[in-house]
């Protein structure tokens, strides 16, 4: 059986311009196992580092041209993984701190014994292989410490998308407790209170008939308006608890957009309220009560320009995917305060004097009944947007 062929101790260059110097060390290398290459001058030795890529360079400090410490320099520049030991007649303490502090691992004196220059190189390729491992080590620690930080913003990003999406689970199944209790609520109070609020406008009317006073007659008319007042909260509260009468068809939501727009001429001319309405896409019609999607546009415009200065933006968005309509409106008013964020679909919240606090649970009950989705999408003190997304299939 043949001898298997022993692999080189090392790869090493010698660069030197004494040819004697360069073959003599060659020899004794070759010997100690070592794979040699040569070079009479810096330049040659780094077109030879670049071809041949040694583990280690001997390198003689005095050289023509380019001498020994600048091509040290440009070694340990473009090669950190080729390591350098120094040839030199000089043995000046400052030249060695200089060749030490410009990369070199070891340098020899010439003339140098072979047994230390054997051992020197192997002690520098020892340290070599030593540092290149400990680079590798670093090397992947940092990449392990990447990696786990990539994992733990990848993890901290999903706990979070989780959380939000149970605290919006949270706040849809609160809202849909909060509209079944009143519902029961209000069905109930409409009938016992529609009972004698009918009495007291049939006997007020009565009294009517009788008086000519019209002082009286004032007053008479201001109870019934007052009573008209009570039936209409109650009207409203019912259309908050449970859906009324509903006619399906296909409904263009644009189109009510438009309608419901030009409804409000009137109150945006008065307070000078500029109207943007930008249709990105038009949606295609969908099956829906029309009074149903028109009261969400009417309460949401009433809203906006309720907080609105004069001379305000009113802007409308509406959009569509392949599974959603979307519109938000949005407004240029002072923004809802955050601790009034959790309420605002609440029966009877309000912050307006005169308002009953109906209009959004309104919105909110026919959201609900098309599977259909609102929030407040922006809220400071820029303005306010509502978003609004309703399934292109609503259901019935």
């Known amino acids: 059986?043949?001898?298997?062929?022993?692999?080189?101790?090392?790869?090493?260059?010698?660069?030197?311009?004494?040819?004697?110097?360069?073959?003599?060390?060659a020899i004794i290398l070759k010997n100690r196992g070592y794979e040699i290459f040569t070079a009479l001058s810096a330049q040659e030795g780094l077109e030879s580092i670049e071809k041949e890529r040694p583990e280690l360079v001997l390198l003689d400090y005095m050289m023509p041209n380019m001498d020994g410490l600048t091509a040290l320099k440009e070694i340990k520049r473009s090669y950190p993984e080729?390591?350098?030991?120094?040839?030199?007649?000089?043995?000046?303490?400052?030249?060695?701190?200089?060749?030490?502090?410009?990369?070199?691992?070891?340098?020899?004196?010439?003339?140098?014994?072979?047994?230390?220059?054997?051992?020197?190189?192997?002690?520098?390729?020892?340290?070599?292989?030593?540092?290149?491992?400990?680079?590798?080590?670093?090397?992947?620690?940092?990449?392990?410490?990447?990696?786990?930080?990539?994992?733990?913003?990848?993890?901290?990003?999903?706990?979070?998308?989780?959380?939000?999406?149970?605290?919006?689970?949270?706040?849809?199944?609160v809202q849909s407790e909060k509209?079944?209790?009143?519902?029961?609520?209000?069905?109930?109070?409409?009938?016992?209170?529609r009972n004698p609020?009918?009495?007291?406008?049939?006997?007020?009317?009565?009294?009517?008939?009788?008086?000519?006073?019209?002082?009286?007659?004032?007053?008479?008319?201001?109870?019934?308006?007052?009573?008209?007042?009570?039936?209409?909260?109650?009207?409203?509260?019912?259309?908050?608890?449970?859906r009324p009468k509903f006619e399906i068809s296909e409904v263009r939501v644009d189109r009510i957009l438009e309608h419901t727009l030009e409804a409000f001429t009137p109150q945006l001319r008065q307070k000078r309220i500029r109207v943007v309405t930008d249709l990105k896409k038009i949606p295609p019609a969908i099956k829906a009560d029309s009074m149903e999607i028109e009261q969400i546009f009417t309460n949401l415009f009433l809203n906006s320009i309720h907080v609105m200065p004069e001379e305000g933006t009113l802007t409308v968005e509406l959009d569509y995917d392949e599974n959603y309509i979307s519109f938000k409106v949005s407004d240029t008013g002072p923004g809802i305060p955050p601790e009034n964020l959790p309420n605002i679909f609440d029966p009877f919240f309000t912050t307006n004097s005169r308002g009953t606090g109906l209009g959004l649970s309104v919105v909110l009950r026919i959201v609900k009944t098309y599977k259909g989705k609102i929030e407040v999408e922006k809220s400071d003190a820029c303005g306010t947007t509502f978003l609004v997304r309703l399934p292109l299939c609503a259901p019935r």
């Open 197 to 242: 609020l009918n009495s007291i406008a049939l006997f007020v009317q009565l009294i009517k008939g009788g008086l000519e006073e019209p002082e009286r007659q004032e007053y008479v008319d201001k109870i019934l308006k007052e009573v008209d007042r009570i039936d209409g909260i109650l009207g409203k509260l019912l259309d908050a608890s449970k």
């Open 1 to 25: 059986m043949p001898e298997t062929e022993k692999q080189p101790r090392g790869r090493v260059l010698i660069i030197d311009d004494e040819k004697v110097i360069l073959d003599l060390t």
């Open 82 to 173: 080729t390591y350098v030991i120094m040839f030199t007649g000089k043995g000046s303490e400052e030249i060695a701190v200089e060749l030490m502090k410009a990369g070199a691992s070891d340098y020899i004196l010439k003339p140098f014994n072979n047994q230390d220059l054997v051992e020197r190189i192997e002690s520098v390729l020892k340290l070599r292989g030593i540092e290149l491992q400990n680079r590798a080590l670093l090397s992947e620690r940092e990449r392990l410490l990447a990696e786990i930080a990539d994992w733990n913003r990848e993890l901290e990003a999903r706990v979070q998308e989780k959380s939000e999406a149970l605290r919006r689970a949270q706040v849809e199944v």
């Open 179 to 193: 509209l079944a209790s009143l519902g029961y609520l209000s069905a109930g109070m409409a009938h016992e209170i």
